[in-house]
């Protein structure tokens, strides 16, 4: 009988999740679940899940634990019979443990990127707010310079991406990471990854799920699509 496989992946701000993500799904036939993107998805509709993310966003708040693990677990349950890889998800401890009591993860990749690749990075990128679109001027520039490719709407940069407020981001990431990947590490399901081009990690990204998913034989049955 062939068996799911569930996966995510961890990294800080600028470390090429998005990515790699999606070169994974594209690869291997996994459903991909995007947690930045299903809360941007939530605040189009006017569904329960939209009403509650945005009375946080609204007010600038960060969305909390109960009502993310709430609202991705639920969507996890409409993918129940997929393989699925999950980025931006789970974020803290308590996110991990709640979604430890549903699902075994068979892998967690952590991208351990450096500070100053991270800085280049970042300072580089720009973003189209309603679709989530990333471009990053040094090496995906959009075709037009300020504007998405699609809508031909401005793009922007977040203050949160300037050099200035980069290291006090850096910093809350490692805080509030390091239980999550020590938990993962403990059940022996974490691999690091580093190095300062995506390209260069991707093969040895690629080989491990080769070998890892091989044993799963992955049933093609699943025809929800996740973002």
């Known amino acids: 009988m062939a068996k799911l496989f569930r996966a995510a992946i961890v990294g800080p701000p ?12 594209q690869s291997f036939g996994l459903q991909y679940l995007s947690g930045g993107h299903f809360l941007r998805e939530s605040l189009k509709g ?15 708040m960060l969305v909390p634990d109960h009502v993310m693990t709430r609202l991705m677990l639920h969507r996890l349950e409409q993918l129940n019979s997929c393989s699925w890889l999950l980025d931006g998800f ?32 970042l300072s580089d990128r720009w973003i189209h707010p309603p679709s989530g679109r990333v471009y990053n001027m040094g090496f995906r520039p959009p075709r037009v310079q300020g504007k998405d490719d699609i809508t031909g709407e401005p793009l922007i940069q977040h203050d949160d991406d300037k050099p200035e407020a980069l290291m006090v981001r850096l910093r809350h990431y490692k805080d509030v990471a390091k239980p999550v990947i020590d938990l993962y590490k403990s059940q022996g399901i974490l691999h690091s990854f580093s190095d300062t081009d995506t390209d260069q990690i991707w093969p040895s990204i690629s080989s491990l799920l080769s070998t890892k998913i091989h044993t799963h034989q992955l049933p093609n049955t699943c025809q929800t699509q996740a973002h």
């Open 14 to 25: 600028g470390s090429g999740k998005g990515t790699i993500s999606k070169r994974i799904a």
């Open 46 to 60: 006017d569904t329960e899940a939209g009403v509650l993310v945005k009375t946080y966003v609204e007010r600038n």
């Open 90 to 121: 789970p974020q803290t401890l308590a996110q991990a443990l709640a979604l430890n009591n549903l699902y075994q993860l068979d892998l967690v990749i952590s991208l351990n990127i450096p500070y100053e690749t991270l800085r280049e990075r």
